[in-house]
């Protein structure tokens, strides 16, 4: 007699597409975790106003354009360098640009708290993540070849000969890539899925809840599983099966580890109560063309990048900087680190945001402000880095 089907019992596998709806193959490496995928396809229900004689509904074509829709969950998990994340393609997605990864600098000099000068070339460029002793910073100007200005300072003081640890930073870019998706279950008769052409519409994720949290949703191409897959779908002859297993070992960072540096200089606070951010791409489907009942591809439209924060109150200068900032239309930067262990950090670098006047919560026994809805701007594809080391 069948059991039912554990809900734990499944595994993700992403990948960049080289053509958009056309799967691309993933392999054992392609593996990541999740929390959960959400994939549904609906069919479009045209409005027939012909005279049936009756008031019953008389079906849809299954030829109807279709519409695909997907939702990834996931937490902040370990990784090794120089590999990027399980989850980097739908980083990637998210932003559109090559991600670049930086290895094996050293420091020959500093000047001052946040400018460093290399050894040797540092290949980086504004946006561009450095890590050292289990913080990561972002670069926000290039003097030459060999020496760089940093958002903020690291803790621990940089000295000759010190060792940068390897980043990896995924920056904005005009086009986005999409993805295909893997879902395969156990038993291996039970129904295995694949969302091809998956762009990534809206990215957010939460910060000191239980764990960093990112989710990743928006429309797709097309959704089929493995029992009633056609060939030629996806450009794909047969259902593929499922890569090698591997060891998968992983440990997911808990969500109040962290740094939050934000003003106009900018200050590290250490009374975030709450932070979001959200990236908003307002994608629209090419799904009206005539000929085809499958989106042909994807066109992004103007961004947006928002930030919403909490914080207790202090009478202190930083805190009450950022009322005036506020109050001003001043813009500022924030920089967040999630985590505290190198193989195990975030940073979300915001190069310029303008927050808008906080909302008093006096209602529990600290005053909390709460920034909601805050903007962030640039110049072009230059509003926000994430970065991982």
Not at 158 to 182: E, I, Q, R
Request: contains cysteine; aromatic residues 10%.
């Amino acid at each position: 007699m069948p059991s039912y089907i554990s809900s734990n019992a499944n595994r993700f596998y992403a990948a960049l597409e080289a053509s958009y709806g056309q799967a691309a193959s993933v392999t054992s490496a392609n593996r990541f975790p999740a929390v959960r995928l959400e994939a549904q396809q609906i069919l479009q229900r045209g409005k027939r106003v012909d005279k049936t004689g009756t008031r019953t509904f008389l079906g849809t074509s299954p030829d109807s354009r279709r519409n695909t829709a997907f939702e990834v969950r996931t937490y902040l998990t370990s990784w090794t360098a120089p590999a990027e994340p399980g989850y980097g393609p739908l980083f990637q997605a998210a932003l559109g640009g090559t991600p670049g990864l930086s290895t094996g600098l050293v420091v020959a000099s500093t000047q001052g708290d946040n400018a460093i000068q290399t050894t040797t070339p540092h290949g980086l460029s504004v946006g561009s993540a450095v890590s050292y002793m289990n913080e990561i910073r972002f670069v926000t100007a290039v003097q030459n070849a060999s020496s760089i200005s940093m958002n903020a300072p690291f803790s621990n003081a940089l000295a000759a000969n010190a060792a940068l640890m390897p980043t990896l930073t995924f920056s904005l870019a005009t086009g986005l890539p999409s993805v295909t998706l893997y879902d395969y279950w156990d038993p291996i008769s039970a129904v295995s899925r694949i969302v091809t052409g998956a762009a990534v519409d809206t990215f957010s994720f939460s910060a000191n809840g239980d764990f960093h949290e990112f989710v990743f949703n928006g429309p797709a191409c097309d959704l089929l599983n493995s029992t009633s897959f056609v060939a030629g779908s996806a450009g794909l002859n047969t259902f593929p099966a499922e890569p090698a297993l591997q060891e998968f070992d992983y440990s997911v960072v808990p969500g109040h580890l962290g740094q939050a540096w934000i003003g106009s200089a900018p200050d590290q606070f250490f009374t975030v109560t709450q932070a979001t951010i959200e990236l908003k791409n307002n994608i629209d489907l090419r799904n009206q063309e005539y000929g085809s009942s499958y989106p042909r591809d994807i066109a992004a439209g103007q961004r947006q990048v928002s930030s919403t924060f909490s914080l207790f109150t202090q009478d202190d200068n930083q805190t009450t900087a950022l009322y005036d900032a506020a109050q001003q239309r001043d813009q500022i930067s924030a920089m967040l680190q999630l985590g505290l262990r190198n193989g195990e950090l975030m940073g979300i670098f915001l190069p310029s945001v303008t927050p808008e006047i906080p909302n008093y919560v006096d209602s529990e026994v600290r005053l909390q402000w709460d920034f909601k809805n805050n903007l962030a701007q640039g110049t072009a594809e230059n509003e926000l880095y994430i970065a991982f080391a």
